[in-house]
């Protein structure tokens, strides 16, 4: 009896008259659509703002190495400090990050590029040419970063760091931004660190 009932009950959807049903109502589909829809405007609200983000982390390092590399006078502490607060400031970071600020000359006759001086601020370590020259993947992947220079040619490498947070948790992760900056020496042929020896 009871499966008679259901067969009775059925009929209409096996003639089709359930798929062209246009009947509803509009607070339902509301209820089952619209989390739907806010979690996608804050997930593209999230992904505008890590590429916002990303693009004024790297355009703070592009004006960090166009600074730097203008300079004709030996470099110092001072002026270190003043280019990362210039970051911090240009990148709207709270001083979570790191710079490092490096000149490399290209030795062609050992084929390996060395390291003049480094200087950091924030997390980051100082690069040594020990550090370019250590192993056969790091010399291949230092190699594959730096441009093609002539020999005895410098180039400045200014390379930040900065802590990149979603404003909402819709599966985006907490990111570091790295930029890696290189520029020529413009109106020198090397940009010094205290002193030019």
Request: charged share 20%; hydrophobic share 40%; aromatic share 12%.
């Amino acid at each position: 009896m009871f499966i008679k009932k259901l067969q009775t009950q059925m009929q209409p959807l096996k003639r089709g008259k359930f798929i062209r049903d246009e009947e509803g109502s509009i607070s339902i589909e509301a209820m089952i659509i619209m989390p739907m829809m806010f979690w996608t405007f804050l997930s593209l609200f999230s992904i505008f703002d890590a590429f916002h983000s990303y693009s004024i982390n790297q355009k703070a390092a592009y004006t960090i190495g166009d600074a730097v590399s203008r300079e004709t006078q030996p470099l110092d502490n001072d002026y270190i400090d003043g280019m990362w607060g210039l970051f911090n400031y240009l990148a709207q970071t709270d001083a979570d990050g790191a710079m490092r600020i490096t000149s490399v000359v290209y030795d062609a006759g050992q084929d390996r590029f060395e390291v003049d001086w480094s200087q950091i601020r924030g997390s980051a370590a100082v690069l040594s040419t020990s550090e370019l020259t250590s192993s056969a993947a790091s010399v291949t992947a230092w190699k594959a970063r730096l441009p093609i220079i002539p020999d005895g040619e410098r180039v400045m490498l200014v390379e930040t760091w900065d802590t990149y947070d979603a404003p909402f948790s819709t599966g985006l992760e907490q990111q570091v931004i790295h930029n890696r900056i290189y520029t020529r020496p413009r109106y020198a042929p090397r940009v010094c660190w205290l002193a030019c020896n």
